[in-house]
């Protein structure tokens, strides 16, 4: 067991490995009397497939990280999380992009959910009769996101964006592929990816850090199998974007605005260098284009926008894209005006005066975030899966200066940069 004590933030976490490769995390939080306890898999919407036995790539159908979640909750046709409420713990699950996470929160019966946790994460128990009746709640699941025209609106921008990044395809997955799910598919991905070696647990808690360990390594684990990951790397994705502009006709009341920058994505750079870029570059757009900002001041000024304008940035080692938009009842006029201030931002002031207050904030909403035991646990698994501490942000906001942010107003150029315009559609 290896201790970490941050004397800056008054924050101490215990690591350790447990039985088969599976690292641990404790974050202490004496005199907390809640837990909050994630199992996170490298396994996401990107991830196409498998290498089998031979070394050799198998495909798999879109939206199986997500199915695959779905069905982990199954044994033998009951629901586990029926067993969690039971011991007063809220469970949950989420797919993302790039892997799989649940988590529960409780303040009681810890260890045994814990344990609950564990071995449904490792050993699954569904059945081919439980795929099949799945197929139609996740059928329905997406015909709910593609009834949301804002949805739909992202997603188009994200496939105009893309050529062949499979963060084009929809998380959920789409009709067909949801059909060709099958259990021999599933178990297998489920083989290749949810790996002790592979996978994180963070522990949010006040509990003793030795003993909590030492009850953890009595449960046994799988041996990692012959089965692995198929290695993730697209690199035949073209910097420019597949698609400048496209309209839609959707059943909105007002036109709305959602602009994509495609950002550079350095395979090369540590997690550390990854956050310090994304930092940069939350901070250039929080000064030159948030709500504080003399931009947004002009444009709602002018109704070009209104209070559902918003920012926000991926930035991952395999992608990396940067979205605003707002509702508008000037939509073409504000789309200009935005994609020339986009053009020109390398030619608007900056000021220090302006890096150190956004400093302040940011460095503010840090230590804030610490006593939101929830976003830290998550916070935490982002990060580890780069061998990266959370903690260790507030070292990398410090080294900051206005020479990072101007860099990052070279990476924004007009060929990567696409839009989606939404109208509502003619009665």
Known sequence: MKKHHYPKLNETIYETTLDQGLKTILIHKPGFAKTYVSLSAPLGSIHQGYLDQDNQKVKTPSGLAHFLEHKIFENEARDISKDFSLDEAQINAFTEHHQTTYLFSATNHIITNTKRLIEMFF????????????????????????????????????????????????????????????????????????????????????????ALFETLNTIKLPQNTALKPWPFNPSDEPSSVAKSHETMALDVQMPSVLLGIKLPVDKAATQAQRRKDKIALTMLFDILFGKGSDLYETWISHGLINDSYGLDIAYEKDFAYLL???????????????????????????????????????????????????????????TLVDDFIYYDTLDILNTIELD????????????????????????
């Open 123 to 210: 050993y699954p128990k569904f059945s081919q009769k439980g795929v099949e009746k799945e197929k139609d709640i996740i059928k329905e699941e997406l015909n709910m996101h593609l009834d949301d025209p804002y949805y739909l609106q992202y997603q188009r921008l994200i496939k105009n964006i893309y050529h062949h990044h499979p963060i084009k395809e929809d998380i959920l997955g789409t009709e067909q592929s949801i059909d060709a799910m099958d259990l021999k598919t599933l178990k297998t991905m489920h083989q290749a990816y949810y790996q002790p070696q592979a996978s994180q647990l963070i522990i949010v808690s006040a509990m003793e850090p030795k």
């Open 324 to 382: 605003i938009g707002s509702e508008s009842t000037q939509p073409q006029k504000f789309l200009k005006a935005l994609q020339k201030a986009l053009l020109e931002i390398a030619q608007m002031p900056l000021q220090s005066e302006a890096l150190n207050r956004i400093k302040k904030g940011m460095h503010g909403s840090f230590i804030q975030g610490l006593d939101n035991m929830e976003s830290l646990a998550y916070q935490f698994c982002e």
């Open 404 to 427: 990072d942010l101007k860099r990052q107003c070279h990476h924004i150029q007009r060929d990567q940069i696409a839009s989606v315009l939404v109208k509502p559609k003619a009665v």
